[in-house]
Structures are given as C-alpha cells and as structure tokens.
C-alpha cells in the first residue's frame, strides 16, 4: 500500500530538479547561460543537479 523506494527517490530528485529549474530562471544570469543550466538538468537529471548545486548560477 505504501510508495516504492524507487518510486520516492524518483519523486524527490523530480521535485528538487523543478526546484533547480525556477531558481535558473529567477536568476540574473543570460538567457544563454540559463538555457544551458536547464537543458543539463533535463539531460543529467541527478549529476545536473549537483553541478548546478555547486556551480550553478547565484542570485
């Protein structure tokens, strides 16, 4: 009756990549630059997140 482990991973690493996403596109970075953070975190779901963590835009 309870979710997966699978399945609540998945939901989490969904729910912190559209997190990831609203925060690269409230950012004062370019447009180039935003572009490329999100198609990253679409391609590499889980390594994006932690690049963008670490190296994303700020602010």
């Known amino acids: 009756m309870g979710l997966e482990v699978g399945g609540f991973l998945g939901l989490l690493i969904l729910i912190a990549n559209v997190y990831a996403i609203v925060k690269i596109v409230q950012s004062g970075a370019s447009t180039g630059a935003k572009v490329i953070w ?6 590499l779901p889980i390594l994006g997140l932690i690049i963008w963590f670490f190296a994303g835009p700020k602010g």
């Not at 999100?38 to 391609?43: A, E, K």
């Open 38 to 43: 999100i198609v990253l975190i679409l391609l």
